[in-house]
């Protein structure tokens, strides 16, 4: 029996920041949230989202209620790739940018959770199902703001929990001063302790090659986004002069900027966000693409919708632990020996808290 969509429902909720979060170019102030629910004709609801640093929620909010959600009306629920296409092709006046890619990933993610419930499948298994679960790092105690002193706890505090690493952010006006900063964490968690760093694309291509180099001897994971992302060759000239993996991926919008990084070899780390890219329908794509390059994917942000893309392709190869959804979720993703658990409840895997939601729903 044919699904159809019968309606299709969108709005913006701001989540504020659960503590200060600082890197070299920015301070995240609040999460807007872009939700996007839909029904269909054999009962089932599906509920997606997107978000945004702050800025731009009330323009992907427009770009769904002016342009895309009309579209939806009657489209076979069943047929994900059939409706992304429908919508991309809808916009091509805004391809490729974010606004368009979040407001297709809100839509995306609410097809995909009501495809699971008609399987009766949580998200992990249908989108693959390669392994439960999937090790963990914490990012939520290496912001630039914080001394040192918070830092190397906030490592040591992650170790104890079983976490496999920790993430730090850099771009201090003095390459030596973050380089103090890291080898303090590193002299204190030890060799067998992940340790990567984030520049948050603050640097010059010359100024990250130097910067590796003043690194090397502190084993680093990888190097992330230290030039701005549409700086190809950049990452390339600086993938060919460390031994350092280069991280890539949350500030990019289409399967092919990542082709193009892949194939340029400079990428070493997969970085790719639901939400930026799309929807789940890309994600997967983009890292089956990465698969083929034998390039690992450590999703950007999202935990609670990460964990079980990450658990179901088998280059997905960290979670990045940062809890925003705990204002409008009534659980948590579950953690057991430092390791992020893909949900088995059927859907999204995402115990959102209605009520929660509707008090916090903008205008």
């Known amino acids: ?7 299709a429902r969108a709005f913006l909720v701001d989540i504020t920041v659960e503590t200060e979060r600082t890197d070299a170019v920015q301070s995240f102030v609040k999460q807007e949230t872009i939700f996007v629910e839909v029904a269909t004709s054999d009962g089932l609801h599906g509920r997606g989202y997107a978000y945004t640093i702050g800025t731009g929620g009330r323009a992907v909010l427009s770009m769904l209620r002016d342009h895309l959600l009309d579209l939806l009306i009657g489209q076979d629920a069943d047929r994900i790739e059939a409706v992304w296409h429908r919508l991309f092709a809808s916009t091509r006046a805004t391809t490729t940018g974010a606004i368009t890619s979040l407001a297709l990933a809100a839509v995306d993610t609410a097809l995909w959770d009501v495809a699971c419930q008609r399987s009766g499948l949580p998200l992990w298994r249908l989108a693959g199902g390669f392994r439960r679960d999937v090790p963990l790092y914490d990012t939520e105690g290496g912001w630039l703001h914080l001394p040192v002193d918070e830092l190397v706890e906030g490592a040591l505090a992650s170790q104890r929990k079983g976490l496999s690493g920790v993430k730090v952010k850099i771009g201090k006006p003095n390459g030596q001063e973050d380089r103090e900063r890291l080898a303090a964490i590193r002299d204190a968690v030890g060799p067998g302790f992940d340790l990567m760093v984030d520049a948050n694309q603050s640097m010059t291509a010359a100024e990250a090659i130097r910067r590796a180099r003043l690194f090397d001897g502190l084993d680093l994971g990888w190097i992330e986004e230290p030039l701005p992302a549409d700086d190809i060759e950049g990452h390339a000239r600086l993938s060919r002069s460390t031994s350092t993996p280069i991280a890539v991926g949350e500030s990019m919008y ?6 193009e990084y892949l194939d340029r070899g400079a990428a070493g780390i997969v970085q790719v966000d639901v939400a930026r890219v799309g929807g789940i329908t890309p ?8 698969q083929s390059f034998n390039v690992d994917v450590c999703p950007h942000f999202l935990m609670e919708l990460h964990v079980s893309l990450a658990a179901a392709v088998p280059n997905g190869r960290y979670v990045e632990h940062i809890p925003q959804l705990r ?3 009534k659980t948590e993703m579950v953690i057991e020996a430092g390791r992020a658990l893909a949900p088995e409840t059927v859907g999204l895997g995402i115990d959102w808290d209605r009520d929660a939601i509707e008090d916090r729903i903008v205008g």
């Open 1 to 7: 029996m044919r699904s159809t969509i019968t309606t």
């Open 254 to 259: 289409s399967i092919a900027q990542f082709r």
């Open 283 to 290: 994600w997967l794509k983009v890292a089956h693409l990465a």
């Open 327 to 329: 204002a409008v979720t």
